[in-house]
């Protein structure tokens, strides 16, 4: 945790600067103190990283806090100290193999992602060609409208039967889950963003009278590309959590198994550790497609 | 001048609303002729734009026939260039593959890569924006992009131009130096150019006759206004000139005694 507001004060602190420097320049120029240029600035831009950085340490200090009064408290719950030596064992050798039920948590967290990864491909590869029809035609709109209300609000897990049924092994069955709860952001917000295609645009194509072709790959597929990357990102986000649930019913290697297990094994402490190991990872996950997006925002959308 | 570029017969314009069936043009007449610059102007809501694209082909009349270079219009086509008021740039795109994508579709089939690109790059040239040609849209002005739209259109070398209040949504003074920009265009291409504007010195400035619309619903032509005014024009000099004023003072009378609007 301490390490992740570290390394996120850096990128905030690196903003400031920019906007004190007209500020120094005014201090400079002043005819009144013509002296000392250098060191002035120099304390405004702490006060201004003091601001960003001093919140969320005491954010972080407070929950430590009360997490550490907990666990005086209440017998079983390991303290936030018992919990940081069992995570450094833990983490000098994240990638053991002792049998298929016996692995170390690196592995355990790449096979959910492995998981998560399979699942949302292929509700990507069925969902965006799916939101462009769904978008573009108002007859399939209507057609599948009460279909996709009636499904979506249904906990993938209640699908996770189906999937064993079908594919006869947990495995397939825990992305098959990952692929449900995938698939309904992935064709909403595609088709969504095919509707608000603007109006302009599309005249553009017509008083240029381009090929079907370049209209796809010139204006649809650019100005759908921010909504299917929220898509994605919303996409991501629930099978993040929903890898964990089902993971548990199914067993094998996983980090939601991974939690399950150590339960059955009451250890709590490691219970702890991988509380903040899906918390990290999913923030993780977040922030890259976040900047993914960025990069695919034209400056007024 | 020659037989007309753009013949505008007995058009009528409805919409289906969902208040039932709105009566937008009625009876509109008009002929333009090649190299002719014609300015639309009426008050807001009046169905400049209802009218614009219909030549265009953006919409077909409910009644009449719109007749370009001796044809029907049927539809948009490239050989009626738009510029639309909020310049209408692809974003993602930067100014130099924004005009490209029209050079491309006009004279892709014709010309070579490098004949094209030297077509888009003049375009851009000619309205000064050779120096920001590999721009996004969002990294330029507001004028500026006006300019690329502009640049976008001339660059197809189409039959007619039409642009729908190009300059509406700028500043005086950008809309100035664009209107002399435009000025000098004109002198060089000689293009036929239909134009939206409720700009009444913008009108005189820039056209051969300005075609005054009565107010809607069931807008027509009111008075058509030639300004005989020597070309190319100079906005300094004509400023006291006696006939620029007087081609004012007709359309202010137009719009603001014989059409004043009841509601507003
Ligand atoms: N697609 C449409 N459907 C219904 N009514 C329309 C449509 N387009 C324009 N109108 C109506 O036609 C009239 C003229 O509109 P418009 O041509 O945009 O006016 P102007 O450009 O002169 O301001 C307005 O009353 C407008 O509400
Ligand atoms: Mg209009």
Redo the contacts with the bound molecule.
Sequence with gaps: MSALTLSASPAHAGAPPAAEKPAAANEVSTPARPEKPQREPLRPKLRAAAKRVIPPVMGVALMLGIWAIVAMKASGIPSPLQTWDAAVTLFADPFYRNGPNDQGIGWNVLSSLQRVGIGFGFAALIGIPAGFLLGRFTFLTNMFDPIISLLRPVSPLAWLPIGLLVFQKADPAATWTIFICSIWPMILNTAQGVQRVPQDYMNVARVLNLSEWKIITKILFPAVLPYMLTGIRLSIGTAWLVIVAAEMLTGGVGIGFWVWDEWNNLKVEHIVIAIFVIGIVGLLLEQALLLLAKRFSYGNN | MSKPMVIVENVGMA?D?KSGR?T?LRDIDLQIAEGEFVSLI?H???????LLNLIAGLTLPTSGNVICAGREVAGPGPERAVVFQNHSLLPWLTCFENVYLGVERVFGSRERNGKLKLRTEAALEMVHMDHAMHKYPHEISGGMKQRVGIARAFAMEPKVLLMDEPFGALDALTRASLQDELIGVMGKTGATVVM?THDVDEAVLLSDRVVMMTN??AATIGEILDVKLAKPRNRLELAHDAQFVDCRAAILEFLYQKQMKKAA
Excluded: Q
């Design positions: 919409f609303t709105f937008a009426g807001s809501g009046c169905g400049k734009s209802t939206v809607g619903p």
